[in-house]
């Protein structure tokens, strides 16, 4: 009898890991890929792997917030292609797209609602990732470690499902400084 219940518990564990991984994967899709891969490489060693003196929480937290503004500010750039072919950025104002310098008119990458509704889930989706990784959980709130697995499974998910939705209903039509550029160049007129 304890082999069936080891069996099912090792089953249950993996299938719990697994939900959880492909809910972060479909999250991190909605992230910009240099955000999210910096705070995975810096996180381990800002938090010390979860032993967390006072110094590491501020590293970690200043971490946490910056990569947290530079997922909300990536989904206010685009970029274009210059008549060479060439792909520059710029970020999205009332006006047009601001760009550093540029003879083209970019009046048509005006700012827009779905803007600011894709910089808010791009924070929330970030955050989701950022606060139940495994040693920021364990640098600044270890209790939570009994009640984190309910939470794996279903915070993910949830958020995952609420954001796709949103994205679907509004979908991005901006290639933006972190994410994949298209395959024809960047028109946000529509």
Known sequence: MSNA?????????KTITQTTLT???NLIKL?????VFLYQFLNPVLTNNGQCDTIHKYLSSILVVLCGLSCCFASFTDSYKDSQGNTHYGIVTR????AS???????SYKLRFTDF???????IVFSVIALLDPNTVACFYPSFESTKKIL???LPPVIGAV?????VILPNKRNGIGYPSSQTSASSST
């Open 5 to 13: 219940s080891d069996s099912l518990l090792t089953t249950s564990t």
């Open 23 to 25: 809910g972060v994967a």
């Open 31 to 35: 992230l910009p890929t240099g955000t």
């Open 95 to 98: 006006k047009g797209l601001w």
């Open 101 to 107: 310098s540029s003879s083209q008119d970019l009046s």
């Open 117 to 123: 509704v894709h910089g808010f889930f791009s924070l």
């Open 152 to 154: 794996l499974m279903v």
């Open 163 to 167: 954001s796709s939705s949103i994205f």
